[in-house]
């Protein structure tokens, strides 16, 4: 018999596999544009690829944590005061980046553009970071007590596993955003990204073979591979041959980070926080989930809702999935070219920074 408070479980893993593909494309773009761009305007180009949808794409993270909250509220207790210090940071990041959307080009000064390209950039690279270090801590464990309370200091949340998981969802980031690059742009632009698409597909396989290894032989859950990891390697593999190909193998390398974040839950099912201080301690699907009339209505809400969600990502990618063009520089003498940017929206054309 298949409980709720397992497929509540799935579901939970489903949320966060769908923010970090995502998320993932568009905390790589933040990532990569103050590099990639060589001037203002190819950087306007690399931020308007994702202006009109990275904000609907951070409702995923919403939706995780509350679901969290509701299916699961020893789990969210237990997690959110444990990482309150990181998940605070996590919220600056969303806060300055999202404010960097808006303010970049409200005051026309290279100092304020570079302020706020700079705040977009580390604040993509922060979220993934954290996160992914959060996530590896849930299965690497930490010391939870019998109440199920954190006993350890924030330094303690840095454990090794956590941080390379951190660093293999960043790096999957920084790969995922360069497959899309190639998607939405042309020109010189294009050919630089897809050069170092290929470079980043291949460190990309490199770090998450590495944080396959480390899991089964360093945290010792077993010698076979799940289904999911084999997807990921295979996945993260391909992809970095369909970028070395100019393939622009968006797909794989969405497939290679979802698998990577599933493969996390897989494992780390049926606990949900793993005590290191003494196994009976660890949270549980059992012993951390709401009554089941709770389940119950939270099922029904999310069968209504969780479709037209769906959808509504679908539609945004479909609608906004043409090539951006970076404008061609005036000719001498002539007035300055608009910061208008040929298939980009008004939203994101107007408030980008450089």
């Not at 497959?179 to 020109?187: F, I, P, V």
């Not at 099922?299 to 609608?319: D, E, H, N």
Request: aromatic share 14%; proline share 5%; with cysteine.
């Amino acid at each position: 018999m298949i409980h709720l408070n397992n497929i509540w479980f799935i579901i939970i893993a489903i949320f966060w596999v769908g923010y970090f593909i995502l998320e993932g494309f568009d905390f790589g773009v933040g990532m990569l544009h103050s590099f990639v761009g060589q001037n203002d305007a190819e950087r306007r180009v690399i931020v308007n690829s994702i202006g009109p949808i990275w904000d609907g794409n951070e409702v995923w993270l919403v939706v995780a944590g509350a679901a969290i909250f509701a299916a699961f509220p020893g789990w969210y207790a237990t997690m959110f005061s444990t990482l309150y210090l990181a998940l605070v940071i996590v919220l600056f990041a969303l806060i300055v980046r999202g404010v960097s959307f808006e303010y970049g080009r409200k005051i026309d000064d290279p100092r304020w553009r570079a302020t706020w390209r700079w705040s977009l950039t580390i604040g993509s690279l922060l979220i993934p970071f954290l996160l992914g270090t959060a996530l590896g801590d849930l299965l690497h464990g930490l010391p939870i007590d019998s109440s199920h309370n954190y006993t350890g200091s924030f330094w303690g949340l840095l454990v090794p596993f956590g941080l390379y998981t951190g660093l293999t969802v960043t790096v999957l980031c920084l790969f995922l955003g360069a497959a899309y690059l190639t998607l939405k742009t042309e020109g010189a632009l294009h050919d630089r990204v897809a050069r170092l698409s290929s470079r980043l597909g291949w460190l990309a396989a490199l770090v998450t073979f590495g944080w396959l290894t480390w899991i089964h032989v360093g945290l010792g859950v077993g010698f076979f591979p799940n289904p999911l990891e084999v997807l990921a390697l295979f996945a993260v593999v391909g992809a970095a041959l369909f970028a070395e190909s100019r393939s622009e193998g968006w797909a794989a390398a969405a497939t290679a980070m979802g698998s990577v974040v599933g493969s996390l839950f897989f494992e780390l099912f049926p606990k949900v926080m793993v005590s290191s201080t003494n196994s009976a301690y660890s949270l549980t699907v059992s012993n951390s989930a709401s009554p089941s009339y709770t389940l119950k209505v939270l099922s029904v809400i999310a069968l209504i809702f969780l479709p037209l969600v769906l959808l509504y990502q679908g539609w945004s990618l479909w609608t906004f999935r043409k090539r951006l063009v970076t404008p061609a520089a005036p000719p001498a003498g002539s007035e300055p070219a608009t910061s208008r940017v040929v298939g980009a929206v008004d939203r994101s054309e107007a408030d980008g920074p450089g």
